[in-house]
């Protein structure tokens, strides 16, 4: 069903499980003008309209109407393109309502009960602009209203929900050819093996660190001053200072499962330690990630999707070059890593908190790492 012209008005329309995925150029949902590009259906009781007019001057927008019916909470509009579970999406749009009823988008799979809440709008006739990010649990992404009754409206317009994608400035999955770890980037940050030997985990390949090994990573280099660090780890080793995971030289940033302090995980800019809490040394695999985020001038650490403790300073505007390690200090000789790492990857961004959420629990799934 394609969206209706603005004298017409569809209700009652129920999603086929089996619609294609519809995309427009780079996006699930793509259409300022909000008219037939994208396909709109309706389910729940209500009408949708496409009028003239909206705050982005792209000439329509859409507006869903409750009608009478038993059907509670009145959702609205329903995308028919699907997404990809697990992705993690940036949405954005304009949305306003008739005063009364308040705004609310979801995922559903409209196969089944299940629907996650991912964003809420205020009962507002004003056109407000929204952007939030989510990671998909289910196929659909759907707009409306929780508190709508009859006769009561929300509308959006200039509607776009794009996947979350990161370029990493380097990528290492733990899988060796010879003493060489490839770097999958475009970047050719190939590293050397020193000591460290490849095992085969539930996280796939993995090499093993036994507190003499490191890798040689020398030659990575980014002046972007804000980074990113992911890693899948394993370590039971008892709690011990100074265990770097990566270290680099030219403006000296140490990323450490122990810091200073033993047992506390943390990091070094080259004048000052700062640690975020206990480092998770129970023998389990754990996702990783540091935030290094030179604008706001502060460092925060996600274990398996989840803050550890409250973002600390960074104010050194780091640059990474000169000697660096995995596994080890930068000179390969000192502040050695014991334990299982599966893969490291570094981006010269911060990455969002759906991101996060969507790693951690790729990392999860089953045969995820087979291609490792």
């Known amino acids: 069903m394609r969206w209706p012209t603005k004298s017409q008005s569809v209700s009652h329309v129920r999603l086929s499980p089996i619609n294609p995925r519809v995309t427009y150029g780079p996006t699930v949902i793509l259409n300022g003008e909000m008219t037939t590009t994208t396909y709109w259906l309706v389910f729940e009781d209500c009408t949708l309209e496409s009028r003239l007019g909206g705050p982005s001057g792209l000439g329509r927008y859409i507006r869903a109407t409750k009608i009478a019916g038993a059907h509670i909470p009145p959702w609205g509009m329903l995308n028919a393109g699907a997404l990809d579970v697990g992705t993690p999406y940036r949405c954005t749009g304009y949305y306003r309502t008739d005063g009364s009823a308040s705004a609310r988008i979801i995922t559903s799979d409209r196969i089944t009960p299940t629907k996650t809440t991912v964003w809420n709008g205020i009962a507002t006739t004003d056109w407000t602009y929204f952007e ?190 000169g000697a660096a390690a995995i596994g080890s200090s930068r000179l390969l000789n000192a502040n050695f890593f014991t334990g299982y790492i599966a893969s490291l990857s570094i981006y010269d961004e911060v990455v969002s908190t759906a991101w996060i959420t969507a790693e951690y629990e790729r990392g999860l799934a089953a045969g995820w790492h087979t291609d490792w």
């Not at 450490?256 to 080259?270: E, L, P």
């Open 132 to 321: 939030f990010e989510f990671t998909a649990a289910d196929i659909y992404l759907v707009f409306g209203s929780p508190s709508a009754t009859n006769g009561e409206y929300v509308e959006f317009d200039d509607v776009a929900a794009d996947p979350i994608i990161y370029t990493p400035r380097a990528l290492w999955h733990m899988k060796p050819s010879g003493i060489i770890i490839p770097d999958l980037s475009d970047n050719s940050n190939d590293g050397t093996i020193i000591g460290a030997t490849q095992v085969n985990t539930s996280m796939g390949s993995a090499l093993y660190f036994d507190g003499a090994s490191s890798i040689d990573i020398t030659g990575i280099a980014s002046t972007n001053k804000s980074y990113t660090f992911s890693t899948w780890v394993k370590s039971s080793l008892a709690a011990s200072p100074l265990d770097y995971l990566f270290d680099c030289g030219t403006d000296r940033l140490a990323v450490a499962f122990y810091g200073i302090t033993a047992g506390k995980i943390g990091y070094y800019d080259g004048a000052s330690w700062y640690e975020w809490g206990d480092a998770p040394n129970d023998g389990l695999w754990h996702h990783l990630v540091y935030l290094f985020d030179d604008d706001n001038s502060e460092a925060s650490l996600y274990i398996d999707a989840e803050q550890l403790g409250t973002a600390l300073t960074y104010s050194a505007s780091i640059d990474i070059g």
